[in-house]
């Protein structure tokens, strides 16, 4: 099927370009396979292996990172590799899944690996940006692709602080002038995106803190450090104290995810632990966060006697979409889909390590619509049920080769 023949108004041009329906299946297929094998960041290694053989079947030449997994591939370049010449777009992808198990227990392409599960939809933007690079390649042969491409595939998004800063050092930027991602939605009908200038995501720190006491008797905490209380204290009054410290407008937020201590009902333990998140919806207030927070912990660990040993890990700055290559993808989207595709969309509190690479070239992600039509049931990502409507794949691949050719000029 042409992807020129689907939902272009009248009278308006048409772009280059064809997904073949055994395309479309294979994709489909593709994806399913990635769903029901996924890996960890930094292990992704099947999934590095299927996404380099399917490319090189179409005459590319994809090159593994130096970390041994994720990769990428120059189309429309001599002998592969960019060496000057004409900038390039990237599309990027990110291929690591999240350990938790697989709860869609009648689907069957849900994972075969124990507490893994492609619950963010990675598998989905693996196969999208593959797909795009298949036409594009097309494309290229044809003598119709304007500009160079190179599709990336990185690994470890979801390990703080991300893959995205090891595959910057890789050099995975280097010819690049602007790049594009998506991200699945679920709260998005599937054949429409989401779009916002400036901020989409928020930045996202991870807390660990240790906290410790000389133990003691229940019936006689006055003679010891309560360190439940202690960290039940810290738990509470630290996201207090930071929303009077900071401007609420900022949306620092700090939730926890884990707190652990005693084995006994009777006896007040030595030790205590606790993870969690620092959010910010504001750059500058993520700069400060470090500080704030350390602060508010040892504040009240220390009005409770307890010892604090914190460990506060720099994670991911929020997504700020440049406003050009945000044009673009609405010009893309409404070349395939028209006008009535696109819509906005607010910032998340989610974390995403693509924006490392906006610290050093132009960019932007779209929210990919994944929600079946008509269906209301809430869904969120991060969950063991979460799916997708597949046809997403074909409106993502008809987004990323729209805008290699809006942006160049076709």
């Excluded at 998506?182 to 991870?206: K, M, N, Y």
């Excluded at 914190?310 to 028209?338: F, K, Q, S």
């Amino acid at each position: 099927m042409s992807l020129e023949s689907e939902a272009v108004p009248p009278g308006e041009a048409v772009l280059p370009g064809t997904l073949p329906e055994e395309l479309r299946a294979e994709l489909v297929a593709f994806r399913r396979d990635l769903h029901m094998h996924p890996e960890l960041g930094n292990q992704e290694f099947r999934t590095t292996a299927a996404i380099k053989a399917r490319l090189e079947r179409a005459g590319l030449k994809p090159r593994v990172l130096d970390m041994g997994t994720g990769l990428v591939c120059d189309i429309g370049v001599p002998d592969g590799v960019w060496s000057g010449g004409p900038r390039m777009l990237a599309l990027r992808a990110d291929i690591d899944g999240l350990p938790i198990p697989d709860a869609k227990t009648e689907c069957p392409y849900r994972s075969t690996v124990p507490d893994r599960a492609h619950a963010c939809g990675h598998d989905v933007h693996t196969t999208v940006v593959l797909g795009a690079g298949l036409v594009l390649a097309d494309l290229h042969r044809r003598g119709l692709l304007p500009r160079p491409v190179r599709l990336l595939f990185q690994p470890a998004e979801e390990v703080l602080p991300g893959g995205a800063a090891d595959a910057i050092g890789c050099g995975v930027l280097d010819g690049v002038e602007r790049i594009l991602a998506v991200h699945c939605d679920p709260r998005v009908d599937a054949g429409r995106i989401g779009l916002r200038v400036g901020a989409i995501t928020s930045a996202c720190d991870r807390l660990e803190i240790a906290l410790d006491g000389p133990g003691g008797h229940t019936a006689r905490p006055h003679l010891t450090t309560d360190l439940v209380t202690a960290a039940a204290r810290v738990v509470t009054d630290v996201p207090a104290l930071i929303a009077r410290r900071v401007d609420t407008r900022a949306g620092v937020a700090v939730t926890w995810g884990r707190i652990e201590s005693g084995h006994a009902s009777n006896v007040i333990p030595q030790h205590a632990e606790l993870s969690g998140t620092v959010r910010c919806l504001d750059i500058e207030a993520w700069r400060q966060a470090p500080d704030l927070v350390v602060a508010a912990i040892d504040e009240v660990a220390n009005l409770h006697r307890a010892k604090s040993e914190i460990t506060y890990v720099r994670g991911v700055p929020p997504v700020v979409n440049d406003a050009g290559a945000t044009e673009l993808l609405r010009e893309a989207m409404v070349a395939r889909r028209g006008a009535d595709s696109v819509e906005g969309t607010e910032q998340s509190l989610g974390g995403e390590d693509f924006s490392w690479y906006l610290e050093h070239v132009p960019g932007a992600m779209a929210r990919l619509g994944v929600r079946p039509p008509g269906e209301r049931t809430v869904r969120d990502l991060h969950q063991g049920d979460f799916d997708v409507d597949e046809s997403a794949i074909t409106v993502g691949v008809e987004l990323f080769t729209a805008a290699a050719l809006v942006d160049g000029g076709v």
